[in-house]
């Protein structure tokens, strides 16, 4: 099988999960979302170990499903927003486990851990404010703004694989053209315009 039709179907496969857990229910949302953002942070500080940090993995990653448990409540109690003063301790925790650990580079395992939850668990928990924005649980517009990302990526492969010349920035992705950028901005333009009639 060649490696285009096996992420074409891994992709199809996320797809489908990820477009039932966004319009379903707001409890199929906080489930994906929830395990989408555990797995993308347990990846983060997978990867991180490459440049010598030793981040607390478990308890960023704890603190991470904080932050979008946090997000959630605040939308789903009545004086939910209150919960979300619980994360300034356990952000402080991060400092004081360090300082227990007895490990090199104390200030880059911190700030790795840190790098890990402003990264990925802050922009995952304000999902809930986009799927929450008019009150009640709505996923469209998360949705619409997925399918702007997968139009935008789609016309850069497309374009990037047929025209692409001119590298955009080589040293981080040598693949990367201007064409496919420029590609990637046309159909995603087209895909808003469609959005807008339907929304």
């Not at 179907?9 to 966004?22: C, N």
């Not at 170990?49 to 607390?56: D, E, N, V």
């Not at 040598?174 to 929304?199: C, D, M, N, R, T």
Request: aromatic residues 18%; positive net charge; charged residues 10%.
């Amino acid at each position: 099988m060649s490696n285009f039709i096996q992420r074409s179907i891994t992709g199809l496969f996320f797809v489908v999960f990820l477009v039932i857990g966004v319009l379903w229910h707001k409890a199929s949302f906080f489930g994906l979302f929830l395990i989408i953002e555990i797995l993308a942070l347990r990846e983060f500080y997978i990867l991180s170990l490459r440049s010598r940090s030793l981040p607390q993995k478990y308890f960023g990653s704890v603190v991470g499903a904080a932050f979008f448990l946090a997000g959630f409540v605040w939308h789903i109690v009545s004086g939910g927003e209150y919960f979300s003063l619980l994360l300034i301790p356990l952000i402080s925790f991060v400092f004081i486990f360090e300082l227990y650990r007895n490990q090199k580079h104390p200030l880059l395992n911190i700030a790795t851990t840190l790098l890990g939850i402003f990264y990925i668990s802050i922009p995952l928990m304000l999902t809930n404010h986009i799927v929450f924005l008019e009150g009640d649980f709505n996923g469209k517009i998360l949705l619409g703004i997925f399918i702007l990302i997968w139009a935008c990526d789609t016309g850069a492969y497309v374009f990037g694989i047929t025209l692409g010349r001119n590298r955009l920035f080589e040293r981080i992705s040598p693949k990367k053209s201007w064409e496919g950028f420029i590609g990637g901005v046309i159909v995603s333009q087209v895909a808003a315009f469609f959005l807008s009639l339907y929304f």
